[in-house]
């Protein structure tokens, strides 16, 4: 009978992503939950010392799936090895963080599984052997509670919402043959944004702008300098070309769970909210005391963003030094 | 249901009240049906747009056509509703199947459950690869290059077609139907089909063959009402704002 759980780790040139430590820890609290075994998948070429390092997040089992076919993350090679082991462990749960790979890596491994999925998940309860997950649905404007029928039950979880918990424990290490399969896909380039800085869906702390910037982004992104974060848009300022598609928050966007959300001349609409309303502190600034998006803020300040920003970010460096 | 609309939960706690919704084409759709129409212009061949819903969803389809897809196929049937996105993908899988197709284009989600699923079952239960987020799509001999938008960067991925991928925002600006696109549109066909006909076991689609089971639709945790600092000169609200983040929230 299935039990236990598998959890997937995502890692990028030989490095964690942040959302593997929270699907291993969440792996382990679901594993208890279920009082089965945690088995932890690590994907990728030469990821020995990866291995290693995620042993302190309470595996009972590492599974290390090492070759050179599964160097950049493809869709076929890595449903074709996942799907290769399953078998063997025959997990109640399959778990994965819901990134751009983990969802698509999800979405294609619970097909091949004819497996529930449920994706893009806030929270992940275990009572009496039944995992219920949480997901937002309609953009955030209600939030579902769900089970999973038959198993594997594949769940992927949010980015940057699931407590990160080191648990000590011995485990054994398996290096089964991998079996990329048939692999139609190919990585043709790798076109990266500049490195150094702090990536959007993995930000504990996020300045977003909006139209009130008027595409002077400058006095933003010192301050998420200040606080080490990463700057947000809204779909207008990626509109009017002042930032790139990939910043814009939002419905039709990215979804960011950070710590800290801190709005800048954005009015608050509600396909903005929709990609940050599980912000854990929102802060709005916007010269309009009327503006939307302060109903859903938890701090707001009413004034001028290029008068609050610098005086903001002077506050911080303060406090810092 | 359209972005701006109120979605209110049923009395069953587990659906939505639909009789005051404005039901639209999803904005990841209009992308995809947009693409095609540019695939279609530069390269030839036909589109054909493919629904799974209710009477209702055939006005999508009329969209789509007035922007200048050439046919459209609408599984209609009682029994496929209420399904999860893999009973909806099984479905689509069944439709494409009795079709020729070269490239299949598919919303990355829908904004409804936000699944962000039925592209890629899709292609798994065709047996094509698949190609998920894409920003840009390139069709070459034979092939097919796409940049796919991924945390903090693009990759770059080919797959032979026949394959299929999800739209991403940037792929394009897709127009809106003409009123000449709207008059003919009427005269275009919508095959209508039902799931006997596509040779399904009714079993495994629609609500009965849901594995997603949503036991409550509950309103999201509300936030305590917003604090507002008092703005007298930007330094002071400034000092306080980070004040309170610092000792209060413990955040900076
Ligand atoms: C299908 C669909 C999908 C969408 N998806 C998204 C999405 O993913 N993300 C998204 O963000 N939007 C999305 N939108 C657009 C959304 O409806 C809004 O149009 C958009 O979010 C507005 O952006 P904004 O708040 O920057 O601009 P505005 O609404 O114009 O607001 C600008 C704000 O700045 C304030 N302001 C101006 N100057 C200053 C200043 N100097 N100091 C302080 N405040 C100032 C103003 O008071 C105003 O509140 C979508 C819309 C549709 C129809
Ligand atoms: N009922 C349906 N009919 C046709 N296409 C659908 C249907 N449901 C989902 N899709 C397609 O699958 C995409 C992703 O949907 P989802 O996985 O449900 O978020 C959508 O953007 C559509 O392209």
Not at chain 1, 232 to 242: F, K, L, P, T, Y
Not at chain 2, 200 to 212: N, Q, S, Y
Request: overall charge neutral.
């Amino acid at each position: 009978m299935a039990k236990g759980v598998l959890a997937i780790t995502e890692q990028r040139d030989g490095k964690f992503r942040k959302v593997a430590y929270e699907v291993v820890s969440e792996g382990r609290r679901i594993a208890d939950g279920l009082a089965g075994p945690l088995t932890v998948v690590v994907m990728g070429n030469a990821v020995d010392a990866l291995a290693e390092e995620i042993k302190a997040f309470g595996a009972d089992k590492l599974l290390v799936l090492d070759d050179p076919a599964l160097a950049d993350y493809r869709t076929d090679a890595y449903t074709n090895a996942l799907a290769a082991c399953l078998p063997a462990v025959d997990p109640a749960v399959v778990l994965l963080g819901a990134t751009a790979q983990g969802k698509d890596l999800a979405a294609r491994l619970a097909a091949r599984l004819n497996a529930g999925l449920a994706m893009d998940c806030t929270a992940v309860k275990v009572a009496a052997g039944t995992v219920t997950c949480t997901r937002p649905m309609f953009g955030g404007k209600l939030f579902a509670d769900v089970t999973i029928q038959g198993t594997p039950q594949v769940i992927a979880v949010r980015p940057n919402v699931m407590a990160i918990q080191r648990v000590a424990r011995e485990a054994a290490v398996e290096k089964p043959a991998v079996q990329p399969g048939e692999v139609k896909t190919s990585v043709v380039e790798n076109l990266m944004d500049a490195g150094g800085k702090v990536e959007l869906t993995e930000a504990e702390v996020i300045v977003s702008g909006g139209r009130g910037t008027g595409g002077n982004f400058q006095p933003l992104e010192a301050l998420a300098v200040a606080l080490g974060g990463a700057v947000g848009a809204s779909r207008s300022a990626v509109d009017e070309g002042w930032r790139k598609h990939g910043d814009q928050v939002g419905q039709t966007g990215r979804v960011v769970s950070p710590a800290l959300y801190i709005a800048c001349g954005i009015s608050g609409a509600i396909q903005h909210l929709a990609g940050m309303s599980t912000s854990k502190v929102i802060v709005a600034l916007n010269k309009d005391p009327e503006a939307p998006i302060f109903a859903k803020a938890d701090y707001g300040i009413v004034g001028d963003i290029f008068q609050l920003l610098p005086a903001i970010t002077a506050a911080v460096q303060k406090i810092k030094s | 249901p359209d972005t701006e609309s109120l979605v209110q939960i049923a009395g069953d706690g587990k659906s939505i009240k639909k009789d005051d919704i404005k039901w639209v084409m999803n904005p990841y759709d209009e992308l995809a049906v947009e693409e095609a129409l540019r695939i279609k212009e530069a390269k030839g061949g036909s589109v054909t747009v493919v629904a799974v819903g209710p009477q209702k969803a055939q006005e999508t389809l009329r969209t789509a056509l007035a922007m200048g897809a050439d046919k459209g196929v609408h599984v209609n049937d009682p029994v496929a509703e209420g399904g999860d996105a893999l009973a909806t993908a099984k479905i689509l899988a069944a439709v494409v199947k009795g079709l020729p197709f070269d490239l299949i284009i598919c919303g990355q989600r829908a904004v409804d459950e936000d699944n962000y699923q039925v592209g890629a079952a899709v292609a798994e239960f065709l047996g094509i690869p698949h190609i998920s987020i894409v920003a840009k799509a390139e069709v070459l001999d034979g092939r097919i290059r796409c940049h796919r938008t991924v945390e903090g960067g693009t990759v770059v991925v080919e797959a032979p077609l026949p394959a299929l991928f999800t739209t991403q925002r940037g792929l394009n600006e897709p127009r809106y139907a003409s009123l000449p696109g709207i008059m003919k549109a009427k005269k275009k066909p919508i095959e209508v089909k039902t799931i006997a006909a596509l040779g399904l076991d009714p079993a495994t689609v629609g609500a009965a063959g849901r594995k997603l089971i949503i036991q409550a639709l509950r309103l999201p945790p509300e936030r305590k009402a917003v604090r507002m600092i008092p703005a007298d000169t930007p330094a002071a609200a400034a000092e306080e704002l980070v004040r309170i983040l610092h000792t209060e929230v413990k955040l900076i």
